[in-house]
């Protein structure tokens, strides 16, 4: 190119370069394509030939020092079918046209790190690479339905609306991720519905100013790591990682294609769509996350290698709803220690069996089960949690249904966690420990108490009504009442006017012995569950 005309275009452009100059001017689109949908797919086989081809140099001029608008139109470099050749470099840049390419082929990588941008938007682009570090846009970022080679790098943008990213196709860099976007700040919300990544997605330290969505997405780690990398993000409404509800459309051109529909949550969409679950072929990382309504895994599915020891990890996470109702992981773990959950949703058929779960200081305030979730399977989701005994996940499962009204339950839990803890004890704690369970169940079933009381004393009843013992002081002794000798014996510390002032010998002093024995056993435990439900309630 060469020093420009009056009209402002240099010398030397091509055909189309003259034709996306006259476009940019007047703010219309410079549409390349041939109208024949496999001729103009920028994913096919086919060549697109210099006839459709534009210099990434002439675009950067346009971009970075084109020429002004004509008079009554705003400059936009809009284009459609391009090829577009070279190296796109806007580094450093500050970019003023409105810029929206569609269906376009980038030969090179698209450079745009700490470049700025009003809006820009690439819909169903081919793209080798999109380098674009510390970029900053006043409005929208769009790349929906593009393709890009070796990975997308968004570390530290700035987004000044919506990032939409909806049907991406993304493959690994040279380090196996796909989108790095660490430390990325989204003003209003992340739209990344139905994406497929061929490496790790990484979010680490992103803060998203209104909700995330991955809704029926299928995401794949590579070379080790993880399909979602995501520490200490922070959405301040919702977080979706559930199903999409797809549906098939057709364009203008014929040709068909998915399209979405995210109804709010609990409403089923139009009759026709289908529902595609989130994938993660990988792990998943959430730690210390913080989310302003909800973390939503609906229809979620995990496909972890156990032999990895890949995670669901979810540590220290803050947030009012978390929905926990998605396909079973059949291996790695589910990893919540720490976290604090106002309300839990869960499914009982979705958290993993013994080994797979992990909840130490786990903290809830209501449980909502989603479905039938029995008190049973819900020892066994504590069971699982606690491959070594720990009292805590009882405890807190106890106190939360003792808050809802479940008295009952809230001491089946707790008499739970006694058989459990009973596993650790040496034999002598172990037999101690049966004989309560037998006994009283620990103190948490009293009406078993009563109901011993009143056998026994129905049996020392009976005994002592068929003898009479001998005085041990004639003139003391009050009249002899077998009953009442017998409830004398069997309650400790309380005087009924019987016990001590008779002899008796033989077989009727080991009959009162086992009495006063049992009788001990019975206030003893029975004293101890009371104990313990007074010090919860």
């Not at 009504?465 to 014996?489: F, T, V």
């Amino acid at each position: 190119m060469t020093e420009p005309h009056e009209d402002g275009m240099p010398d030397g452009l091509t055909g189309p370069e003259r034709a996306v100059w006259r476009a940019f001017v007047v703010g219309r689109t410079c549409d390349l394509t041939e109208g024949i949908a496999e001729r103009d797919d920028p994913f096919g086989g086919r060549d697109w030939g210099e006839e459709r081809s534009v210099r990434a140099d002439v675009v950067a001029l346009l971009l970075l020092a084109g020429p002004p608008a004509r008079s009554g139109r705003v400059a936009a470099l809009k284009l459609r079918g391009v090829r577009i050749t070279g190296v796109l470099n806007l580094a450093g840049g500050t970019i003023g046209p409105y810029v929206e390419l569609h269906g376009c082929r980038f030969d090179g990588e698209v450079v745009l790190p700490e470049a700025r941008f009003g809006t820009l938007r690439m819909v169903e682009c081919a793209l080798p690479r999109l380098e674009a570090a510390r970029l900053h846009t006043e409005g929208d970022l769009h790349l929906p339905r593009c393709r890009v080679r070796w990975g997308i790098r968004l570390t530290d943008a700035q987004i000044g609306t919506d990032l939409l990213v909806n049907q991406i196709q993304v493959w690994p860099d040279r380090r196996g991720r796909a989108i790095t976007a660490d430390g990325m700040v989204v003003a209003q919300d992340l739209q990344a519905e139905l994406i497929e990544t061929h490496g790790e997605l990484s979010l680490r330290g992103a803060k998203i100013g209104v909700s995330l969505s991955l809704r029926g997405s299928v995401l794949r780690g590579a070379q080790g790591r993880r399909a979602l990398n995501a520490p200490q993000l922070t959405v301040e409404r919702s977080l979706y990682l559930n199903a999409a509800w797809v549906y098939e459309e057709s364009d203008t051109q014929g040709s068909t294609g998915n399209s979405t529909a995210t109804p709010p949550y609990g409403v089923t969409p139009a009759q026709g769509a289908h529902r595609k679950p989130v994938e993660f072929h990988g792990g998943v990382r959430l730690d210390d996350g913080r989310f302003g309504d909800a973390v939503d895994l609906h229809h979620a599915r995990f496909l972890l290698s156990g032999a990895r020891r890949e995670e669901v990890s979810l540590r220290r996470i803050v947030t009012p709803e978390l929905r926990f109702n998605g396909e079973r992981p059949e291996e790695g773990r589910v990893v919540l220690n720490g976290a604090k959950v106002v309300t839990l949703i869960d499914l009982s058929t979705s958290w993993p069996g013994p080994g797979g779960l992990a909840m130490g200081g786990f903290a809830y305030e209501n449980l909502v089960p989603y479905g039938h979730f029995p008190l049973a399977r819900r020892l066994e989701w504590v069971a699982a949690a606690t491959p070594e005994y720990a009292p805590e996940p009882y405890e807190r499962l106890a106190t939360v249904l003792r808050s809802s009204g479940e008295d009952a339950d809230a001491r089946e839990v707790l008499l739970a966690k006694q058989r459990r803890r009973r596993e650790t004890l040496p034999v002598a704690g172990k037999l101690w420990g049966y004989l309560q369970d037998w006994t009283v169940a620990y103190g948490y079933r009293p009406g078993r108490a009563a109901l011993w009381m009143a056998v026994l004393w129905g049996a020392g009843t009976v005994a002592f009504s068929h003898y009479r013992p001998i005085p041990l002081k004639a003139e003391e002794a009050p009249a002899w009442n077998g009953p009442l000798y017998a409830l004398d014996l069997l309650l400790p510390v309380i005087n009924l006017g019987q016990d001590g002032y008779w002899r008796l010998e033989g077989i009727w002093q080991w009959a009162a012995a086992v009495l006063i024995l049992l009788g001990w056993i019975l206030a003893t435990t029975v004293a101890a569950g009371a104990t313990r439900l007074l010090s919860r309630g």
